[in-house]
């Protein structure tokens, strides 16, 4: 790969034809027509909080570096932005009047604004351009090796560089963009930001079940996203129909897994409903994001719930109880294993070797108090701990 450092690139230049697309959230050209700020494997312009945007600004007037940026030369005349782009979008935003600053009298200040001294620094701010030539998987790989200063790139957009085509191209139009009306559905299961691709990483995983890399490496040239999409609103339609109601609790679960395991089960929603309003309610539940497998395996595996254990006091007497009755009869204190023919029919376990049970399952009604409290043998009680 051959690099070439520039020194006399100024902002003026870059921002000579920049044009933003607000609708994609993408800067896609500058340098007069000669520079593409946005390739199709770079995400999304992620700047536009009113304070990176600013800061890149702010760098600037106080004639601050702002880092190098590397542009992948693919002829003569076009570049790539590999590396910069959020920097050099918020440059372009900013001398085309889509943001403002604030003064030193803390005023708003549009470019148009700005005394016309600070407009010349601005544009006459040179950049630290270091030019790449490469072949495409030279590039790639390299790109993959360099971390953006203060925002280093997510799994997901990594995978996005090293698999880009027009099968991440259409992904990202669907489970990228923020103007997707659908967004708001879906982050009632998915929790993450649409634009850093933690939608678009949630479908990839569902439709390959989990491997990922395998699966985009496969469809990278695929001109179209069916399979994906029809998975994803499988997932999603499945969910909001065994569920009805939504709980804050349901976002970020692994859905996929729980529809590959669960979908071809019956469920009746409105009961479905009542119990996840029971169980919300009730005290001894301590892990609410646990309710929804729970329902969905049947209610048996009490664990999802973290149940609320009994209290020291409690199982400190039950086990002195049942100690002190087993030795008189010369069985174990553990009662599954005097029932038993092993060595441990006679043993007496300590108490730091039990736990304490529901004699009556909880998840029948059976009561968190002395009265339905049992100490086993840990063994057991774990046997146990599923019926
Ligand atoms: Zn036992």
């Known amino acids: 790969m051959k690099t070439t450092l520039h020194t006399d690139i100024t902002v003026r230049d870059i921002c000579d034809g920049f044009v933003y697309n607000e609708l994609e959230g993408k800067g896609l050209f500058g340098l007069s027509g000669k520079l593409v700020i946005q390739p199709e494997y770079q995400r999304n312009y992620i700047y536009a909080d009113g304070k990176k945007d600013v800061a890149v600004i702010e760098s600037v007037l106080s004639n601050y570096p702002l880092g190098l940026i590397y542009f992948n030369k693919v002829n003569d005349n076009l570049f790539e932005v590999l590396d910069g782009q959020q920097r050099i979008t918020s440059l372009g935003r900013f001398v085309t009047g889509k ?35 490469g072949t495409e998987s030279e ?28 099968f991440v191209t259409l992904c990202r139009e669907e489970f990228s963009n923020s103007q997707n009306a659908n967004v708001q559905k879906w982050s009632a299961y998915i929790s993450g930001i649409v ?30 996203i069916n399979e994906i999409k029809a998975y994803f609103n499988s997932v999603i339609d499945w969910v909001s129909t065994v569920f009805i109601d939504v709980e804050s609790e349901m976002r970020g679960l692994e859905w996929g897994r729980l529809y590959e395991k669960y979908h071809h089960q019956p469920y009746h929603p409105l009961e479905v409903s009542e119990w996840v309003k029971k169980l919300y309610a009730d005290p001894y539940v301590h892990n609410h994001k646990g309710v929804f497998e729970f329902i969905l395996g049947g209610m048996q595996d009490t664990k999802l719930l973290d149940v ?64 339905n409290c049992q100490m086993l043998c840990k063994t057991h009680n774990r046997a146990k701990g599923n019926k």
Not at 140 to 164: D, M, P, R, V
Not at 213 to 218: I, N, R, V
Not at 311 to 334: F, H, L, M, P, W
């Open 99 to 133: 943001f403002a600053i604030k003064d030193s009298n803390g005023m708003q200040q549009y470019f148009s604004g700005l005394a016309s001294d600070l407009q010349e620094r601005i544009l006459n701010a040179r950049l630290l351009i270091y030019e790449c030539e």
């Open 195 to 224: 634009n850093r691709q933690d939608f678009l990483e949630r479908a990839l995983e569902w439709v390959s079940r989990g491997e990922v890399e395998k699966y985009m490496s496969l469809h990278r040239f695929d001109t179209n």
């Open 308 to 371: 609320r254990v009994f209290d020291d006091a409690t199982k400190r007497k039950v086990y002195s109880r049942q100690t002190e009755e087993s030795k008189a009869q010369g069985i174990s204190n553990c009662p599954h294993c005097a029932m038993g023919h092993e060595a441990n029919r006679t043993k007496i376990w300590k108490l730091s070797e039990m736990d304490a049970d529901h004699v009556a399952a909880w998840s029948k009604g059976g009561a968190t108090d002395i009265s």
């Open 139 to 166: 590039i790639k790989e390299w790109f993959k090796t360099i971390n953006i200063a203060g925002e280093a790139l997510k799994t997901q957009e990594l995978l996005n560089a090293i698999y880009s085509g027009p």
